[in-house]
């Protein structure tokens, strides 16, 4: 966030982009009637908006231009461009609307206290800088994978890459399963992940407390919609019989962000909590900040900091216990074991399915913060030794495999792993153990 001279110049940036909205129709030759109309109504309102915020005391301004600027992400879609200029114009104009908006001036009506910039009873500020940075570059990665995958099936290109699967991308993009969404699947993602990189641009290093709101959309972007693309493409050999390589890619992306990410949201709900037991007002606190008494400041890292300590500032609140690594690795072999083991039918499905849901569990529970997270996996334990005995397709080598992998998972999933930050209350939950294992596990 910028303020002063960023809050001059920003207005007139975006009467410029306006301009160029409305110019864009002719300029670029647009077919679809439906797709001129939008950007030079768009235009036109952010012209107006932009011009009127320049006012003192039109904080609102900023805020309709923004919808506009999500508008501009939207049209392409919800018209079916069939021009690849206008989508990629309304993508990129939207996102600098957006912008100049409320990114680079600031949020309007934000209080912005002083206070702590670290939680209290925490060991590092969950919104620094240096931790959102992994989650905006692999929102930008998924973006541009989405943005490809987006393009072909709004028909801009006619064949699209897979390096393993063959036609697997082909196949799944085409599948019912994408047509039985009212626009293309792979625009909406292309569209959530800009937006997770807009909103982790969107605050300074205090907004765990200076804006819940914003922490809590960016929270639902990664952690709930990241979680329904990952089963989606988990469902793929289920429901299209096949892979998809750049879908396999934004899965495994977007299941890296989520325990990035979840710290934030911790020490978000952490001070909404605290400001409901002291009775303050609590909508005032959640859309425009607050402050409260306790923390600490936050350790400064400058240039001369060594690489490794600012390595280490960026994964913070996340480790890799062994058995947790492990446990992955039993889930990616057994989205391979069907075809290894020759499991068919139901029983290949299960491998398929089970398989992805024990990465993902895994994975998740590395952020210390959800390491209880972990004990899932002895639930779908369970599951694979039994299910190979009832379902359909199953042969001995299956048995054999499902059960080891099964059993291994659930002993796997005891071991608590290393906790090494501080998370204020929320300490006991993420070392939360079972009792007759909890001395073992706090000793690690």
Same mark, same amino acid.
């Given at each position: 966030?910028?303020?002063?001279?960023?809050?001059?110049?920003?207005?007139?940036?975006?009467?410029?982009?306006?301009?160029?909205?409305?110019?864009?129709?002719? +300029?670029?030759?647009?077919?679809?009637?439906?797709?001129?109309?939008?950007?030079?109504?768009?235009?036109?309102?952010?012209? $107006?908006?932009?011009?009127?915020?320049?006012?003192?005391?039109?904080?609102?301004?900023?805020?309709?231009?923004?919808?506009?600027?999500?508008?501009?992400?939207?049209?392409?879609?919800?018209?079916?461009?069939?021009?690849?200029?206008?989508?990629?114009? %309304?993508?990129?104009?939207?996102?600098?609307?957006?912008?100049?908006?409320?990114?680079?001036?600031?949020?309007?009506?934000?209080?912005? &206290?002083?206070?702590?910039?670290?939680?209290?009873?925490?060991?590092?500020?969950?919104?620094?800088?240096?931790?959102?940075?992994?989650?905006?570059?692999?929102?930008?990665?998924?973006?541009?994978?989405?943005?490809?995958?987006?393009?072909?099936?709004?028909?801009?290109?006619?064949?699209?890459?897979?390096?393993?699967?063959?036609?697997?991308?082909?196949?799944?993009?085409?599948?019912?399963?994408?047509?039985?969404?009212?626009?293309? %699947?792979?625009?909406?993602?292309? &569209?959530?992940?800009?937006?997770?990189?807009?909103?982790?641009?969107?605050? %300074?290093?205090?907004?765990?407390?200076?804006?819940?709101?914003?922490?809590?959309?960016?929270?639902?972007?990664?952690?709930?919609?990241?979680?329904?693309?990952?089963?989606?493409?988990?469902?793929?050999?289920?429901?299209?019989? +096949?892979?998809?390589?750049?879908?396999?890619? +934004?899965?495994?992306?977007?299941?890296?962000?989520?325990?990035?990410?979840?710290?934030?949201?911790?020490?978000?709900?952490?001070?909404?909590?605290?400001?409901?037991?002291?009775?303050?007002?609590?909508?005032?606190?959640?859309?425009?900040?607050?402050?409260?008494?306790?923390?600490?400041?936050?350790?400064?890292?400058?240039?001369?900091?060594?690489?490794?300590?600012?390595?280490?500032?960026?994964?913070?609140?996340?480790?890799?216990?062994?058995?947790?690594?492990?446990?992955?690795?039993?889930?990616?072999?057994?989205?391979?074991?069907?075809?290894?083991?020759?499991?068919?039918?139901?029983?290949?499905?299960?491998?398929?399915?089970?398989?992805?849901?024990?990465?993902?569990?895994?994975?998740?529970?590395?952020?210390?913060?959800?390491?209880?997270?972990?004990?899932?996996?002895?639930?779908?334990?369970?599951?694979?030794?039994?299910?190979?005995?009832? &379902?359909?397709?199953?042969?001995?080598?299956? $048995?054999?495999?499902?059960?080891?992998?099964?059993?291994?998972?659930?002993?796997?999933?005891?071991?608590?792993?290393?906790?090494?930050?501080?998370?204020?209350?929320?300490?006991?939950?993420?070392?939360?153990?079972?009792?007759?294992?909890?001395?073992?596990?706090?000793?690690?």
């Amino acid at each position: 966030m910028m303020t002063g001279h960023a809050v001059r110049w920003t207005p007139f940036a975006s009467i410029a982009l306006g301009l160029w909205l409305i110019t864009s129709p002719v +300029t670029f030759g647009y077919r679809s009637p439906a797709m001129a109309w939008s950007d030079i109504i768009s235009g036109l309102l952010v012209v $107006i908006f932009a011009a009127v915020s320049v006012f003192p005391g039109r904080g609102w301004t900023q805020w309709a231009n923004a919808v506009v600027g999500i508008w501009l992400l939207f049209a392409p879609l919800v018209f079916c461009a069939p021009d690849p200029a206008a989508y990629i114009n %309304d993508t990129l104009i939207g996102a600098l609307v957006i912008a100049f908006s409320i990114l680079i001036p600031g949020m309007p009506g934000m209080r912005m &206290l002083p206070g702590p910039e670290v939680p209290p009873g925490w060991s590092y500020n969950p919104s620094s800088w240096f931790q959102r940075a992994p989650v905006i570059a692999l929102g930008i990665v998924s973006f541009v994978i989405a943005r490809y995958l987006a393009a072909f099936q709004l028909g801009y290109i006619d064949q699209v890459w897979d390096p393993f699967f063959g036609e697997g991308t082909r196949r799944a993009l085409t599948s019912s399963v994408s047509h039985a969404w009212p626009v293309s %699947d792979a625009g909406l993602g292309a &569209l959530a992940y800009l937006l997770e990189v807009l909103s982790g641009f969107m605050g %300074d290093r205090l907004r765990w407390r200076t804006m819940p709101w914003m922490v809590l959309m960016f929270g639902v972007l990664v952690i709930p919609l990241g979680l329904t693309s990952i089963i989606l493409v988990i469902l793929q050999p289920v429901a299209v019989g +096949t892979w998809c390589t750049l879908c396999l890619i +934004t899965a495994l992306t977007m299941l890296i962000m989520i325990p990035l990410a979840v710290d934030e949201v911790v020490a978000m709900g952490q001070f909404l909590a605290q400001v409901h037991r002291e009775r303050q007002p609590f909508w005032t606190n959640f859309w425009r900040g607050g402050t409260m008494v306790g923390g600490a400041a936050e350790e400064a890292i400058t240039y001369q900091t060594p690489a490794r300590e600012i390595i280490a500032s960026v994964v913070r609140g996340v480790t890799l216990p062994w058995n947790l690594v492990v446990s992955a690795l039993i889930g990616l072999w057994l989205m391979a074991a069907p075809a290894v083991l020759g499991a068919r039918d139901l029983s290949a499905g299960n491998d398929y399915l089970v398989g992805p849901l024990i990465t993902v569990v895994a994975v998740i529970a590395m952020a210390e913060v959800l390491r209880p997270g972990r004990y899932v996996n002895i639930i779908l334990g369970l599951w694979l030794i039994a299910a190979p005995w009832f &379902l359909a397709g199953a042969n001995a080598a299956t $048995i054999w495999n499902d059960g080891i992998a099964g059993l291994a998972l659930i002993l796997l999933s005891l071991p608590l792993g290393p906790v090494r930050q501080r998370y204020g209350g929320w300490t006991q939950v993420a070392r939360w153990t079972p009792g007759p294992i909890r001395r073992r596990s706090l000793a690690e």
